[in-house]
């Protein structure tokens, strides 16, 4: 049986033993995630700024609707490639090739960034998106490989898994925005005869660094690893059939979905946005009336489904939304001195290096008297609506001029207190929840979660008005509204949810 929150529960024991006590080849997969998240999240920090910055700075000149349509698009795309990057992975490469093969191309795409032309712009987006669909869900999965199904080390090992992956997140906008954004950089530039407006390729560069590093780490030190594949059985005539037909619903299904995003964007198609909300909502009534725990257990899958897709749509505003009031609102200096507004992108970071060891202490003096994942993820939405509440002073005040960066890092605070009661809760619910022989499924509708909620991000963050502080206050507090109306319904849902899922306990 999987308990509750593996992510956090064992964090004491964790720090206390650290890597040393872990199977050897969890170093290998943390640095390796950890320097893949790094060129991920050093990319996001300058993408919306990069693309709405006007053309003699270096831009690309969108208008924000534009820049957060593509961000949204793109984030998405990340995200929902996993559904077909796990499943290749599981019949066709085996995860450690997976791995190589989409770390390469991600590398690839942040090097075609860097490059300053608009079709290698996109030529670099669609290379990380296809090669983060095969690297994520694959590296998560080679974790998980790390461990017998009775080693009583695997949460602890994830709960070290999602430090690396916090550290990169941490350190990268520091290093993309010091090259894309700063004075000294660009001074360094135009004295070295570089131009200083192609300062954001500097910053793309270093994530492709980054991704290089993760390749050169994984390539010396995976050979021993144990892979998901298993290739003991050979595949029946049959056997090949269901491949071939999972594989055909799976490609199907993914291109439906990207022709719903692409359609949602055209005038006039806007409403079927509400498709990625009413989807999940007729998936959890056909489950409902079905027979059987499974599907039971799968309509409780679908709440949360719905509840996680929320919080991304705002939580992930951090890249467009939160990413632009940074940088046009909000003072960037410490003590007088300046820094770059991508650096806003480490806080939250920081926040989930810090608290995790608290919640894990928090769970573990908890023990079985703790909430339900429903209540949880219910509090989550609560505190990420207090995070947008937050803001709607911060906009007011916005039309005065620039307001203290101490705005922000409430959000941030309200925010990460927020994810780690949704994405580890949520990670390890799922795989508990999950019928028998679908967890890869499962884990894969878990990131479609967080690709729709991308995507809305996107939309959400298209709307940003920097030069309109009260449309913008309004923007916040209707969504700051949204959530809680969802948080209410939650909490109503809960007793619902923890019936259909009894079957798991
Ligand atoms: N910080 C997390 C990560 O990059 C965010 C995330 C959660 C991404 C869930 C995908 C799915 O791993």
Do not use: C
Request: hydrophobic content about 55%; cysteine-free.
């Amino acid at each position: 049986m999987v308990t509750e929150t593996p992510a956090v529960r064992h964090d004491a024991t964790a720090s206390r033993r650290g890597l040393a006590a872990q199977p050897a080849g969890l170093s290998t997969l943390f640095f390796t995630e950890l320097w893949e998240r790094f060129s991920y999240y050093g990319m996001r920090a300058l993408l919306t700024l990069f693309m709405v910055a006007a053309i003699a700075d270096g831009g690309l000149g969108f208008t924000t609707a534009e820049a957060g349509r593509i961000y949204g698009n793109y984030t998405m795309a990340v995200y929902m490639l996993a559904i077909p990057g796990g499943f290749i992975a599981d019949q066709v490469l085996g995860a450690r090739r997976a791995v190589l093969i989409g770390g390469t191309m991600i590398a690839l795409g942040h090097y075609a960034l860097a490059w300053p032309a608009q079709m290698t712009f996109y030529i670099g987006l669609v290379l990380i998106a296809l090669g983060t669909g095969l690297f994520k869900p694959n590296i998560t999965a080679l974790v998980g490989a790390l461990y017998e199904k009775s080693d009583t080390r695997r949460d602890a090992g994830f709960s070290i898994f999602y430090m690396g992956i916090n550290i990169g997140g941490f350190l990268a906008p520091i290093v993309t925005g010091f090259l894309a954004q700063s004075s000294i950089f660009k001074s360094w530039l135009e004295s070295n005869g570089f131009d200083p407006t192609k300062s954001w390729h500097w910053g793309f560069a270093a994530a492709g660094v980054g991704m290089t590093i993760a390749m050169i780490i994984f390539l010396r030190r995976s050979r021993g690893l144990p892979d998901t594949r298993d290739t003991s059985l050979p595949l029946t005539t049959e056997g090949r059939r269901d491949v071939l037909r999972g594989g055909a619903m799976i490609v199907l299904g993914t291109l439906a979905l990207f022709a719903l995003a692409f359609l949602s964007d055209v005038d006039g198609w806007t409403w079927l946005r509400w498709l990625f909300l009413a989807l999940p909502v007729a998936g959890i009534a056909y489950a409902v009336r079905q027979p059987g725990d499974d599907a039971q257990r799968l309509a409780a899958i679908g709440v949360l489904f719905i509840a996680a897709m929320i919080f991304w749509a705002v939580f992930e505003q951090a890249g467009t939304t939160i990413a632009l009031f940074a940088d046009q609102l909000t003072r960037g200096d410490i003590a007088g001195i300046a820094f770059p507004s991508a650096w806003f992108q480490s806080i939250n970071p920081v926040f989930v290096i810090l608290l995790t060891p608290m919640f894990a202490a928090l769970w573990m003096r908890l023990r079985d008297r703790q909430p339900a994942p429903a209540i949880k993820f219910a509090v989550g939405l609560i505190l990420l609506s207090a995070s947008f509440l937050l803001m709607v002073p911060a906009a007011t005040l916005a039309a005065s001029g620039r307001v203290s960066p101490l705005w922000l890092v409430g959000l941030f605070l309200l925010q990460t207190m927020g994810e780690l009661l949704i994405s580890p809760v949520g990670l390890s619910t799922m795989t508990k929840l999950a019928p028998a022989r679908t967890t890869g499924f499962v884990l894969g509708l878990w990131f479609l979660a967080s690709a729709f909620g991308n995507k809305l991000a996107g939309v959400l963050g298209g709307g940003f008005t920097g030069s309109d502080p009260s449309a913008m206050a309004y923007g916040f507090l209707m969504q700051a509204g949204l959530v809680a109306l969802a948080a209410a319904l939650l909490f109503a849902a809960a007793p619902w949810v923890r019936k259909l899922s009894a079957s798991a306990d």
